[in-house]
């Protein structure tokens, strides 16, 4: 995005100036930092209610880095894929946000179908009601860690039919995986957001052993929803205790 401005400013000659550099800088990490958080309190709340999935995932990472002597190379976090899995699932279940592809509509337009698009008016198409349609997720309001992970290894038959199992990665964007949008506006941030926060999960799932509080009973906190956006709780609680890793 800041390689468009630096284009623009070239191709255009005319330098933004500061107060439009600095604002887009900050919608920028508006973009790329509160998603981030939003989307690792999800997931650390799903696994808080799903503790039995942590010792496979402590097992994975563990595995992962004694090949590589303990660093974290890209390569390390591919081979990540329970973890991505449970990534993918929480995304699934905890979308940021009801719907995609908020435009505003500039002029008019007829789709292939002959439907009318008048201009001056904001369309959008339905997303946690794709992530939660059981044709395409069976038990969709179940949380499944291993969902994914058996989808991207092969170990259930794929019921969409794509050629690459990798299509389940959580960086993969789909008709049926939206959590990054789709198409030439998708997320470009999506590889670095998720390398980001596979380190600060594997990080937590070795060094803590983490649990809801008592009077949770295991129940995993309740989304806020705000219009059509899903907030994780920010007054969640999670209990932290240091183990030797
Ligand atoms: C888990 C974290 C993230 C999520 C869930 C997320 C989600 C999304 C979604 C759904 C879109 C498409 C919006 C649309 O079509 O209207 C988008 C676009 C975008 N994201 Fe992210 N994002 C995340 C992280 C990041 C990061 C870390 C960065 C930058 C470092 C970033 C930069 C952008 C930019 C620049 C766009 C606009 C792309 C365009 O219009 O062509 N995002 N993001």
Redesign the pocket.
């Known amino acids: 995005?800041l390689q468009w401005m630096i284009d623009k400013a070239d191709a255009t000659k005319e330098p933004a100036s500061d107060d439009e550099l600095a604002f887009v800088q900050l919608q920028?990490s508006m973009?790329?930092i509160h998603?981030?958080t939003m989307?690792a309190t999800h997931i650390l709340y799903d696994l808080v209610a799903h503790p039995d999935v942590v010792e496979d995932l402590r097992a994975e990472v563990r595995s992962v880095l004694r090949e590589t002597g303990g660093v974290v190379t890209t390569h390390a976090l591919f081979q990540m894929k329970l973890l991505d899995s449970v990534m993918r699932e929480s995304?699934r279940m905890n979308p940021?946000?009801m719907a995609?592809?908020?435009?505003y509509v500039e002029k008019p337009l007829t789709l292939h179908d002959g439907t009318k698009i008048p201009a001056g008016v904001v369309i959008e198409s339905p997303h946690l009601a794709v992530t939660r349609d059981p044709e395409l997720y069976p038990d969709p309001d179940t949380f499944d860690p291993y969902r994914f992970y058996r989808l991207r290894t092969g170990e259930v038959p794929d019921p969409l039919g794509y050629k690459s199992t990798e299509q389940y990665q959580f960086v993969t964007v789909t008709k049926e995986n939206?959590?990054?949008?789709?198409g030439?506006?998708?997320?470009?941030?999506?590889f670095?957001?998720a390398n980001?926060?596979k380190m600060i999960l594997a990080h937590m799932l070795l060094r803590f052993d983490m649990k809801l509080p008592a009077s949770r009973a295991g129940k995993r906190y309740p989304n806020l929803v705000v219009a059509h956006s899903i907030v994780p709780d920010p007054k969640g609680e999670i209990l932290l205790r240091r183990v030797q890793s």
């Open positions: 995005m920028l973009a790329a998603t981030t989307t995304q940021l946000s995609r592809f908020t435009r939206m959590g990054f949008g789709y030439r506006h998708a997320c470009p941030g999506r670095f957001a980001e926060i």
